[in-house]
């Protein structure tokens, strides 16, 4: 396993479910004390137009909640578009987030402790209107995401962007 001070500034995407329930995440792994944890802390908790950020929580009932190990902190890309996309990104986006962290715990990914500090940043449709989709769509998302921030790309991956890169696009790209 990389130890925890090995992750802190490793960055990675993910991409889960479809239109209109998909999502787009953005993972940070930050050591406890550390400058990527600090900057980030910083830049996270300056009050903006944002939806606040969530130190992602579950159980039954708001006073029967506990924080994820390791804390993971969410917050949206943008501005939710409406008190649907709020309460999606509040309620089945923090379900979505929490499995997919302690599905890497679970593969021995990530340890649950206070060491390492998980910052997902998402963007979610704002058509979404499927809770249980889009919680899959999270959950896949982050999972992907912390693996490919904790394992990297190969070489191979890496060398085929080289190679490709007159060949790119991306989704919302349109252009020729």
């Known amino acids: 396993m990389t130890t925890f001070g090995d992750l802190d500034g490793r960055l990675a995407q993910g991409w889960g479910g479809r239109k209109p329930n998909g999502c787009r995440v953005i993972v940070v792994l930050a050591r406890r004390g550390g400058t990527t944890a600090a900057g980030l802390l910083t830049t996270l908790t300056v009050p903006t137009e944002r939806l606040a950020p969530i130190l992602v929580s579950v159980g039954e009932t708001p006073d029967t909640c506990t924080a994820v190990q390791p804390p993971t902190l969410l917050v949206g890309h943008e501005v939710a578009a409406s008190g649907r996309t ?35 940043s998402l963007w979610l449709d704002h058509d979404a209107d499927d809770e249980t989709s889009v919680r899959y769509s999270v959950r896949e998302a982050v999972g992907d995401a912390v693996r490919d921030a904790v394992t990297g790309h190969t070489k191979e991956q890496v060398r085929g962007l080289v190679e490709d890169r007159d060949r790119l696009t991306h989704p919302y790209y349109g252009g020729d």
């Open 86 to 120: 709020a309460a999606l990104i509040v309620g089945a986006c923090q379900v979505g987030t929490a499995q997919g962290v302690l599905d890497s715990v679970a593969e021995g990914l990530l340890e649950p402790d206070q060491e390492t500090m998980v910052f997902v």
